[in-house]
């Protein structure tokens, strides 16, 4: 019963929380009605006996977690600036959380299925906004600079969505890998796909997210390597490569082409971000051990490179946030993801390498999802960011699922024996 009412809660706090509700409804604003949902999970996930010990007592990744929330606190007093990491320690928390909701409420297959629908829905919802506004209104939301104090408009979300540019690229490329992969289950599923697809690829163009292209590229490698027919997909990828560059504005083909020619008028930003990261780490190096504070990398750049910019490099943001200790328990946890999907393929390659079912579907598209995000945040902060916690969750989830179903089918065997 409290895992079926936790679960309801965790539906309705990841729609609010990706729709904005609070800032779309002014009532649920002054109410806090996120912070409520959170309280309120908090309390299920602990009540949550059976399955809260599966969690807490099986799972490398969530002693990580907890070890990098404890190490948060304990550093308090050595870092530069532990007022800003009690300031900032709420939103953090608002991310880790996705962790402890996924693998404490979603405990059976067909809670997961729900789940990733109303997830896949709520972000694209998130990126058709702002592409509608931009086609009927002319709305961008964010633009870049250029040469000669020229800039290029870049799509944002929308007006009550935060997400950046860069950010609005990472949620398409979310939804690509399981929108492909779920084609394959049934007519909806594939209507759906090649609905949405254009759209989605369109949007992405529009962000001018050079990051993005280059996950997009990490996401199409994924699903090429994972394809039986290679040749046709490879061919059908290049057919939409260049149909995208046919209809893309100049200035968005120079935005891209400046990822590796220096004669683009972007490319001064471009250099200026692998600048930024030699000058992340070098800041690092001022407080090597604990680091400058959870949340800080803002502030420890302006006050001591003169850039007013967020790291762009999620392990250099760990080191200037968190320091040597930090970056190493945050690189424990993503290893202990990769060996949560290594043994999901070594012990249950049976159940999920059976074609054409959701579990099978679900794991190639959280495969390309783990790579494509390990080489995004080398070109984006993450921190504070949900991503990498709700896709921790998932694989924990996903190798539950696994577990149960072998046992099942073990004594299904036996009892025909």
């Known amino acids: ?33 996120d912070l409520i949902l959170v309280i309120l999970l908090l309390v299920l996930t602990i009540a949550n006996g059976e399955n809260s010990n599966y969690v807490f007592k099986r799972q490398k990744a969530t002693l990580y977690i907890l070890i990098l929330i404890a190490y948060v606190f304990i550093s308090i007093p050595f870092v530069e600036w532990p007022g800003s990491v009690l300031i900032n320690f709420q939103e953090w928390l608002k991310a880790v959380i996705f962790f402890f909701f996924t693998v404490s409420f979603i405990t059976t297959e067909k809670k997961l299925i729900i789940f990733l629908y109303v997830l896949l829905l709520m972000q694209t919802i998130r990126v058709l906004e702002p592409l509608y506004l931009n086609i009927t209104q002319g709305y961008w939301g964010s633009y870049a600079s250029m040469r000669d104090w020229e800039y290029m408009q870049r799509l944002a979300g929308a007006p009550h969505d935060y997400v950046n540019p860069n950010g609005l690229a990472f949620i398409i490329l979310i939804i690509i890998p399981y929108l492909y992969h779920l084609k394959d289950l049934n007519i909806a599923n594939l209507l759906l796909f090649i609905m949405l697809s254009p759209a ?23 699903i090429l390597l994972q394809s039986k027919r290679k040749a046709a997909v490879a061919v059908i990828m290049l057919i939409v490569i260049i149909i995208v560059i046919y209809k893309m504005p100049d200035s968005m083909i120079d935005r891209y082409i400046s990822i590796f020619d220096s004669s683009s008028s972007h490319a ?20 090597p051990i604990f680091g400058h504070g959870l949340g800080t990398s803002l502030e420890a750049n302006s006050n001591y490179t003169g ?43 049976n159940i999920i390498y059976q074609r054409k079912t959701f579990i099978n579907s679900f794991y190639k598209a959280t495969v390309i999802l783990f790579y494509m ?9 993450g921190l ?34």
């Open 1 to 33: 019963m409290i895992n079926t009412v936790g679960y309801i809660f965790y539906l309705l706090f990841t729609t609010s929380w990706f729709l904005h509700f609070t800032s779309r409804i002014q009532f649920l604003g002054t109410i806090r009605f």
């Open 200 to 222: 989605l690829i369109y949007a992405l163009t529009l962000t001018g997210s050079r990051s993005g292209l280059i996950g997009l590229f990490v996401v199409l490698f994924g």
């Open 268 to 287: 001064a930003t471009a250099d200026g971000r692998i600048n930024g990261i030699k000058e992340d780490i070098e800041l690092s190096l001022r407080r």
């Open 307 to 349: 850039r007013y910019l967020l790291s762009h490099n999620l392990y250099a943001e760990l080191a200037i946030e968190l320091g040597l200790f930090g970056l190493v328990i945050y690189i424990l946890y993503l290893k202990a993801i990769y060996n949560n999907i290594k043994n999901i393929r070594t012990k249950y390659s």
């Open 373 to 381: 995000n390990l080489i995004f945040s080398m070109m984006s902060y």
């Open 384 to 417: 504070s960011g949900y991503e990498w916690y709700l896709l921790g969750g998932m694989t924990i989830v996903l190798h539950r699922i696994c577990e149960e179903k072998k046992l099942k089918c073990q004594v299904i065997d036996e009892s025909i024996k």
